[in-house]
């Protein structure tokens, strides 16, 4: 071998520039802000009666990493990882509705993130999960279409936000609603004057604004397996084992206290304790559906604890730069 | 046109929508003018590189590399069987690539251009060569690029390749070496490597040259625009050097991640 390919001393490439710490990523790890504690590594112990606990692994966001995009935020749930960025761009509001701009959320689960799915056009599952987060986004009035307009009737700000899946590893719709609720508290709209003259919106470089967001709307997952337990936070490798699975999608209400938005139940969802070997037949156990939604509304206030600290992280990265 | 854009399969936005005209350009976009040396970085400098190889768990291997701006990520599926393509004596090598809509300066909608083919064909060529297919007769290694950040298709094409190479590595297929590759632009009379999207922009021609340092040869030269000849061999003869310091690069991240 050539004496020159001998690597280098990673301190040597460092001095010339060759490595670089890869910012986006590197945070990534560093913000475990949603720690495992030890006694749920092992998470099939999460048995009804016993703990809902949802900590079934950390959970970090990241956002503001991509320059090209409004807004972004990186998601991390475990294994699954999902990017998400926001583009705004102008378009006239809708002849029904002239004083509403546009939020157009979609997800993308492309080949790369799991062996099954192809490449091509939307599978199934994404088209599925696009309409899931649209309907979320829309009936919970994060961003409310009011607050999007320009010029009246004339032009409205549209906002795209897109997810990419890059490692498919279970709960992605959770990862994808929490990903692009990072990007849209992350994004900022420069500011838009509708010209008369021209028939256009003119905008300007400075100054550049957040959007105005309302009471932020989370989701927790959970599977039941076995007519017995419950696991919060299922994995691709659980997931099709699963009865059926349940997610909680809840909101804020006017005195800040935790608020159902949005139930979902895919499958048969009995809990029959007598099958559960730990819990046993003698233990009270409530119903299922009842003890995901304390779960989540519980679990509530520790994922909205990491969006802002992502958020706010993004915000001095970019001040710094 | 109204009808032609709507996509049944995806949520649909307005029928038109334009990205903001702004009244002013911004600022700091400086615009590089003949004779003016390059600012932030020496003329043969690239952007320092960062390379985790191994993030997709689901995938045999995979890598994911970023060049300040530009951010790729990179998974490797196979050798697997494929669906009804007809026998082969050598295996075959997919190369996908696919553009996030968010990664460029103006939103990339999806299905309506054909640039990820052409990055998909460049970085195959880069690549294939390396890879022992004739041990893998009747099977598929399908490589599938995700571009989540974008700065000059320059540097998207040799981030890639750089990054497949280390996941083929790491997805412990037989390559008979790590193929690094280094892009340039000519810019009047000097050489700048590895240039963003407005450096290649603002320049007469650009080259990206693929090779194999461990081998000595080079598996793949694209260029573009006008160049002189002269500056074409001195474009390739400083990529080829700064393709060693990369080989090290590479080869350390990728031991880092073997002995983690």
Known sequence: MDDQLVPTTKRTMQKMGLVASGEMFRLMLILRVFTCPESCLDFYTLFVGISANLLR????????????????????MGGTTIVCGVKAEIAEPDLEKPDEGFLVPNID???M??????????????????????????????????????QSGKAAWTLYVDATCINYDGNVFDAALIAMMSALMNAKLP??????????AMCYHEPRSPLIVNSLPLPASFGIFDSAHLLADPTAFEEPLMDSTVTIITGEDSASKPELLNVIQQGLGVIVPALNPVAGPDSVVENALGVCIRAAKARRGELAGIIREAVKLGEGRKLSV | MALSNFDRRRVNGPEESFSPIFASEKSDSNQWKIGQPRSKRGPLDIRPTFLQPGLI??????????TEQTKIACAIYGPRQPKNIAYSENGRLNVEVKFTPFSCRRRRAPLRDAEDRTIAMAVHQAIVSSVRLELLPKATIDVFITVIEADGIEGVISSASVAVSAALADAGIEILGLVVSCSASVMAKEIWLDPTEDEATASQGTLILSCIPALGTIT????????????ALNAMEACQNRCTDIHGAVAQALREYSNS
């Open chain 1, 109 to 111: 689960l492309p080949a």
């Open chain 1, 57 to 76: 692994y950390f959970a970090s966001a990241f956002s503001g990493s991509i320059n090209t995009a409004d807004g972004s935020a990186l998601v991390r």
């Open chain 1, 191 to 200: 500011r838009a004057v509708y010209d008369e003259e021209l028939g256009q």
């Open chain 2, 57 to 66: 768990s689901q995938a045999n291997g995979s890598a994911y590399i970023e």
């Open chain 1, 113 to 150: 993130c799991h062996p099954r799915f192809k490449p091509g056009p939307p599978s199934d599952e994404a088209q599925v999960l696009s309409e899931r987060l649209y309907e979320t986004l829309a009936s919970s009035n994060f961003i409310s279409p009011q607050s999007l307009v320009i």
């Open chain 2, 220 to 231: 793949s030269v694209w260029q573009n625009g006008q160049i002189p000849p002269g500056d």
